[in-house]
């Protein structure tokens, strides 16, 4: 192949993978709002700029729309917690930052959170994206233990659970905290912003010897 038609080649590429995620992003916008079971890809086209023929040419189906469209959010949502843990120069710092960051996400990205929730569920019953979800949950849960592992350096004391039980625990009470919080109930960010740290201090040094 001749240095202009690889040019060109590379060209075409990029521009696909532009509008894939252009596509991707106006999909978010109508899955966020409505749900994986109420949103067909007719319905994600009338909430873009584009028709229901472009989005069956750049997706196969609902599926792999959705799946690329959450992946797309979690690149960025699986290292949200990372600033905190880099700019932390104390454990109390890293308490202190990780639940500020924690409520804030809440606050900004509550629908988003609810899709990605919404999705996790339908995996236990659609297999074609089952592997897709293991993998985001797996890579939230390694953010998750980047935080645990470095307040446990902090502390000088080994962290009392494993990854595993970390992610569900922080998991579980920021899922809580959503659905209060979607329901409109007042306070919950900051309660959020408070029980984050008391937990984070809880699962690393509960049951350790003093140091």
């Known amino acids: 192949m001749t240095e202009a038609r690889e ?3 590379r060209r075409s590429v990029d521009k696909f993978a532009q509008r894939r995620a252009q596509l991707g992003e ?3 916008q109508a899955l966020s709002e409505l749900g994986y079971a109420r949103t067909s890809m007719r319905e994600i086209a009338q ?8 989005l069956h040419y750049y997706f196969a189906d609902k599926v792999e729309l959705l799946t690329y469209a959450v992946r797309q959010f979690e690149e960025v949502c699986v290292t949200r917690y990372d600033d905190a843990v880099a700019a ?8 202190r930052g990780f639940g500020a960051a924690m409520a804030a996400t809440l606050s900004t990205d509550a629908v988003l959170h609810r899709l990605w929730y919404d999705l996790r569920n339908q995996s236990l019953f659609e297999e074609s994206f089952r592997a897709d979800v293991l993998d985001i949950d797996e890579q939230r849960q ?3 233990w980047r935080v645990v592992e470095r307040y446990a350096e ?3 004391v080994p962290a009392q659970v494993s990854p595993a039980v970390a992610y569900a625990t922080f998991d579980g009470l920021f899922q809580r905290a959503l659905l209060q919080h979607l329901a409109g109930r007042a306070g ?7 029980d984050v740290p008391r937990l984070l201090e809880l699962l690393v040094t509960a049951g350790s010897p003093p140091v």
């Open 88 to 95: 932390a120069r104390s454990a109390e710092e890293l308490r």
């Open 188 to 194: 919950v960010t900051e309660q959020l912003e408070l």
């Open 47 to 54: 909430k873009s700029d584009f028709s229901h023929g472009v």
């Open 7 to 9: 040019r060109i080649s």
């Open 154 to 156: 902090f502390a000088g």
């Open 142 to 144: 390694a953010m998750i």
């Open 26 to 28: 106006s999909a978010l």
